[in-house]
């Protein structure tokens, strides 16, 4: 059965780091596009980032640009975010995502796997 599971979450203070990981099991991920997503309290889910299978291709919202860096590796079917210069607005549950879709895609429905989110908590 193909599992996502987030790790890595927790409380930082505004300005600190955070690094999620996203571990694949159960199926190789090494073919899909793999995205990271986000839901503060009471919004709706929205895109932060992807990657292409290859790792070779990014896409990102305007919102995390310059600060949030994605990467993969395929070996250890494994996603990353590096999520630097954390903001308040940040604050969020973070889901790891997985699709046939291209990387430049930031539909929800385009992304067939999901896992079942971390939390990222930022105080000023």
Do not use: H
């Not at 690094?19 to 709706?44: D, H, N, P, V």
């Not at 992807?50 to 070996?75: E, L, P």
């Not at 699709?99 to 930022?122: A, L, M, P």
């Amino acid at each position: 059965q193909a599992q996502l599971v987030e790790s890595g979450g927790g409380l930082v203070q505004a300005g600190g780091s955070l690094r999620l990981s996203c571990a694949g099991s159960g199926r190789t991920f090494s073919i899909y596009t793999m995205a990271w997503f986000s839901q503060a309290l009471g919004k709706e889910r929205e895109f932060v980032s992807a990657i292409s299978w290859s790792g070779g291709n990014t896409n990102y919202a305007d919102s995390v640009k310059g600060r949030f860096t994605i990467s993969r590796d395929n070996a250890k079917n494994t996603m990353y975010l590096q999520m630097n210069s954390l903001k308040p607005e940040d604050t969020a549950v973070y889901y790891c995502a997985a699709g046939r879709s291209s990387y430049y895609s930031t539909e929800i429905r385009n992304y067939d796997y999901w896992g079942q989110g971390t939390q990222v908590t930022v105080y000023s």
